[in-house]
C-alpha cells in the first residue's frame, strides 16, 4: 500500500510505501475528523481492515488489548514520522536510496521505480543516476 498525495497538476507524491501487514492510515485526518489530503491505494491484493474513530473509541472504552493497540499504533506512527522527517531533512538522496534499499529491499520488487523515488524526494531521473552510481562501485 501507498498513501500519495495529488497536487493541482496532477502529480504525486508518495508520503508512505508500506509492505504486508503494516499499518497505514491519514492518522491526521483520523484524529482531526478532518478530510483527508492523501490517499490511499493497494498496490497488491490483499486484506485490509477499516476502523472508524468512533468504532476504535468504542474498542478503547470496552477493551484493555485495543486501547494497548492504540497507544502502540500511536507511537509507531510518531516514530516513523520522525524518521521519515529527518531523512528528508538531513540524508542526501543517496544516503536515503541506501537506507530504503537496506531496511526494505522488497520495496523494489513491489513499487515502481517512480514510486520509490517519489517516495525518497527526488525525480525517477535522479532515482536512476543513484542506481547507476551504485552498480558501478
Known amino acids: 500500500m501507498r ?32 478530510p483527508s489530503t492523501l490517499r490511499i491505494q493497494s498496490i497488491e491484493k490483499g486484506e485490509a ?4 474513530r468512533a468504532g476504535l473509541n468504542s474498542l478503547y472504552d470496552t477493551s484493555f488489548y485495543w486501547n494497548k493497540f492504540g497507544r502502540i499504533i500511536s507511537e509507531q ?17 543517496k544516503e536515503r ?4 534499499l537496506k531496511d526494505h529491499p522488497d520495496y523494489f520488487q513491489k513499487y515502481a521505480l517512480k514510486h520509490i523515488a517519489s517516495y525518497l ?7 536512476s543516476r543513484i542506481r547507476n552510481q551504485i552498480s558501478k562501485h
Open 97 to 100: 536510496y541506501l537506507l530504503l
Open 3 to 34: 498513501s500519495y498525495h495529488t497536487d493541482d497538476q496532477l502529480v504525486e507524491t508518495n508520503l508512505l510505501l508500506r509492505s504486508d501487514n503494516e499499518f497505514i492510515t491519514d492518522y491526521e485526518s483520523f484524529i482531526s475528523q478532518e
Open 49 to 52: 481492515i477499516f476502523l472508524d
Open 121 to 127: 524526494g527526488i525525480t525517477p531521473q535522479s532515482l
Open 77 to 93: 506512527i510518531f516514530v516513523n514520522s520522525k524518521r521519515r522527517t529527518e531523512q528528508l531533512l538531513f540524508l542526501t538522496p
